[in-house]
C-alpha cells in the first residue's frame, strides 16, 4: 500500500502521507494541508478526525474490542482491581510488587484533604447537583497546590499532582454525596483499599457502625476498571485541550468533569434507570415498549454505541456481574427483569440487530449502583471517578508528547460586511 495520499484541488495535486497504527489503523495526516492549499478540512463533532498519537487505549468498535496499553478489558475486569489498572494507564506498565505498594501507600498518605475544602462544601446548598460540586472542588486544589499551576513542571510534581488527585477524588466524591443528603462528611480510612474506603466515606454514619460489604466492593472494582479509559470521547478530548493550553491536571479534569456532566455522555445510564422505572410504573409490557422503540414513540436507552457498531465488550462483563451481584445481595429488583427482556427482544428483533442496536456498558451499569446503595444523581459522578485514571493518563501523555495547543479552524458563514450605523440611528 502506498504510504502517500494524493489530494487534487483546482486541478493541483498534493501529497500527505499516511499514518499506520500499532493495531492497523490508518491515518492521513494533514498538518500541512493548510499551509500548502489554503484549505481547512470540514468534521462536525471530528468523527473522522484523529487529533493525538496515544498508546492509551484502543478501541475497535466494528469487533468489539478494548484494550487497556494492550491489555483486553475482559482479562483486567477479571483478574485486577481498580488501582492496578489506574497504575496501568498512568504509567503505561503493571506495577510490580514493590510499586504498586508504593503506589497504594501514597494515595493512602494523601487522601485527606484540607479542612478549608470543607468551607467550600459548606457554601453549596444541599440541592446542589454533585457533579457541579465534585467539579469544583477538584478545580479548588489549585488553590491549595499552588505550585501545580507551574506551566513546564518537573516530573516529580507532575507525579505529585497525580498522587494528590488519585487520593483525594473518592473523598471528594463522597463529601459531594454527604453533602446533597444533609449528612456529616466522613474521613478516609487507610486501613481500608481504594474501594473499601471509598464506600466508607460513603454511607458510614455516626449513629450505627459500617461494615464494608466485599461483594459490593469488589462490584465497584470491576464498574470502576470498565469506565477507566474509552479513548479520545468528549471528556477525554476536553481533558487533552484543556491540558494542551499547559492548563494544571486540576484544572484539566475538573473541564473534563463538566463535559462529562452532559445527558449526551456520562448521563446515559440514569436515563437507563429513569426508562426503566417508567416501563415498571406505567405497567406497559416489553413487547409494547418495544414496539414504541421502532415507531420512534419512545427511545430504548443504554442501546447502541456512537463508536461500537458490534456488542460493547464491557457489557457482557457488567451484565454478568449484574446476575451475581444482585444474587449475592438478595437483591430482588423488578427494573432488572424489564432489563433482561428488553435486552432479548431486542437482541432477537430484525429492526435492532440490523440496526446494530447492542446494550451499552451504561445498560446495567445503573442497575448495579442502584443494587449498591449510590442514589440516581451520584451515577455520572462515579463514572468520573472511574474515568479518572483515564483523564490523569491522556494529560499526561500529552505533556510528554509536547503536543501543541489544540486550536480547531471553522469555516464562516456570517455576513460579509455590515456597516455600523451609530446607535440613536438605528
Known sequence: MSNQAELILDGKSYQFPVIVGSENEKAIDIGKLRDLTGYVTYDVGYKNTGVTKSAITYLDGENGILKYRGYSIEELAQKSNFLEVAYLLIYGELPTVDQYRDFDAAIDKH????????????????FAHPMGVLSSLVCSLTAFYPESLEPNPTPEQI??????LMAKMPTMVAWAYKKSKGRPVNYPINSLEYCANFLHMMFANPTEKYIVDPVVSEALNVLLILHADHEQNCSTSTVRIVGSSQASLYGSVSAGINALWGPLHGGA??????????????????????EKVKTKEVRLMG???RVYKNFDPRAKIIKKACDDILSKLGVNDPVLEIAKELEQAALNDPYFVERKLYPNVDFYSGIIYRALGIPTNMFTVMFALGRLPGWIAQWKELRENKEPIG???????????????NIENR
Do not use: C, W
Open 407 to 421: 486550536r480547531p479552524r471553522q469555516i464562516y458563514v456570517g455576513n460579509v460586511s455590515k456597516t455600523y450605523v
Open 269 to 290: 445510564n440514569q436515563e437507563v434507570i429513569e426508562m426503566l422505572d417508567e416501563i415498571k410504573a406505567s405497567g406497559i409490557k416489553t413487547k409494547d415498549y418495544i
Open 303 to 305: 442501546f447502541g454505541h
Open 111 to 126: 487522601s485527606m484533604i484540607h479542612e478549608d475544602v470543607k468551607k467550600i462544601l459548606d457554601g453549596f446548598p444541599s
Open 159 to 164: 507525579d505529585h499532582s497525580i498522587i494528590r
